[in-house]
């Protein structure tokens, strides 16, 4: 029911309109949500990102610097640096447990 009873009914057309315009939005907010939670897209970033934290970490080393215009990017660099810090000291540790 409307709540201002002066305002004229829509026609048969102009209803078909808007279920096809809510359809549309419908449909493409179903793909949004689908993308959103699809794994391999998940995978991807992941991906995308070691791959991206690799390079910046390779720039770093030859005098590139750090990534100045993402701080995601520069903050993938030190996690993937602490990453192989902590490695090499767990594998520093075993080698050295084992001469003792």
Do not use: C
Not at 31 to 53: F, G, I, M, W, Y
Not at 59 to 81: C, H, Q, W, Y
Request: charge should be positive; aromatic fraction near 0%.
């Amino acid at each position: 029911m409307s709540a201002n009873a002066s305002e004229p009914k829509p026609d048969r057309r102009q209803l078909e309109q808007e279920i096809s315009r809510t359809r549309a939005e419908l449909a493409q907010t179903l793909d949004e949500l689908t993308t959103r939670v699809d794994p391999r897209v998940h995978a991807s970033n992941a991906a995308r990102q070691a791959k991206q934290a690799a390079t910046d970490t390779g720039s770093l080393f030859t005098g590139g610097g750090m990534p100045d215009e993402d701080p995601a990017r520069s903050r993938n660099v030190k996690i993937l640096l602490l990453g192989a810090a902590a490695g090499l000291a767990v594998v520093a540790a075993t080698v050295l447990g084992r001469r003792s």
